[in-house]
């Protein structure tokens, strides 16, 4: 497919997703949105892809946050609907992707930049990075799940200070917070998370969808995740990867899973 605000590449079981609008530092306009969403679905149903990685072109953004231009005259209203049909068209449809997502943070991650790369399943930070949801000094909040999924992976004390000062944190505060994975160079940051996709892509793709699934289980109101563990550990048991994982094991050769 042809998009026109990103790039996809995909290699060696990886697909790249760039977004790819640097002169506004990769802002998320409705269009972008869009063709994110078309270009996950793609990847995701892409038998050869393994592992999605998502980040920013150019050397200063990831992702600048929402396009503050096309929301600037929204009423109530229409701003529900921007927040609705954002979460349910692209930062759920990630979070819940069955493909391992990782966040290469190269730059400002901040706004819907932030929340974009939270909705993915883990991030690792240039160390030029730096982070912020900077909603309030505009006079809203965030709303592509920032206030649900930041305290979720910093705590909510810390959540609470970053959402009320607007301010930004760099990568090494986000690291201490748990917010990224990894620190590296702006050079190595690709390198460094296709080294991590490389080690993904040895494991069953199949008991990782599952194991995705019975980790977010843990976040969503009204679902028992012990359950759902079970159920997934289950299914485990009926798969050819299930086979094929442990008889290489016992056979003492490494596993060459099927992904069935
Ligand atoms: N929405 C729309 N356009 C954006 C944008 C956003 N969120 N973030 C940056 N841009 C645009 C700027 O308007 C500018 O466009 P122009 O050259 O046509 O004027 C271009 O990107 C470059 O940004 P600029 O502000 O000149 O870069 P800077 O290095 O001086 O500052 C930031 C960088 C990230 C600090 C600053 O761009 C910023 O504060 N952006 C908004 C962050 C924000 O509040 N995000 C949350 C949105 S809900």
């Given amino acids: 497919m042809n998009y026109e605000n990103i790039l996809s590449d995909s290699q060696n079981g990886i697909t790249t997703i760039t977004i790819n609008r640097p002169s506004k530092l990769n802002a998320l306009n409705k269009d972008t949105i869009t063709e994110l969403r078309d270009a996950f679905e793609e990847a995701n149903n892409d038998n050869n892809t393994k592992v999605i990685i998502i980040t920013g072109s150019g050397e200063k953004a990831f992702v600048a946050g929402a396009d503050i231009k096309e929301f600037a005259d929204f009423n109530t209203e229409e701003g529900s609907r921007l927040a609705a049909k954002g979460q349910d068209l692209l930062f759920n449809y990630i979070e819940n992707l069955e ?9 400002f991650a901040l706004g819907g930049g932030l929340e974009l790369a939270m909705a993915c399943h883990f991030r690792v930070a240039s160390d030029t990075a730096k982070m912020g949801l900077p909603e309030v000094s505009l006079g ?23 959402i009320m000062t607007a301010g930004m944190i760099d990568a090494n505060k986000a690291l201490a917070y748990g917010l990224v994975n990894h620190i590296t160079t702006g050079e190595e940051l690709l390198p460094l998370c296709e080294k991590i996709a490389d080690k993904i892509m040895r494991n ?42 442990t008889m290489a094991f016992l056979e003492k050769r490494k596993a060459n899973f099927p992904g069935e």
Avoid at 99 to 107: D, E, H, K, L, R
Avoid at 212 to 237: L, T, Y
């Fill in 140 to 162: 809203v909040i965030p709303g592509y799940g920032g206030t649900q999924r930041l305290p979720q992976l910093v705590g909510k004390g810390r959540a609470m200070e970053m």
């Fill in 99 to 107: 493909t391992p997502v990782i966040a290469a943070v190269n730059g």
């Fill in 204 to 245: 069953s793709s199949v008991a990782i969808q599952s194991a995705i699934k019975a980790i977010n289980a843990n976040f969503k109101d009204g679902i028992d995740g012990f359950n759902v563990e079970i159920e997934e550990f289950g299914n485990c048991f009926g798969t050819e990867d299930f086979k094929e994982g």
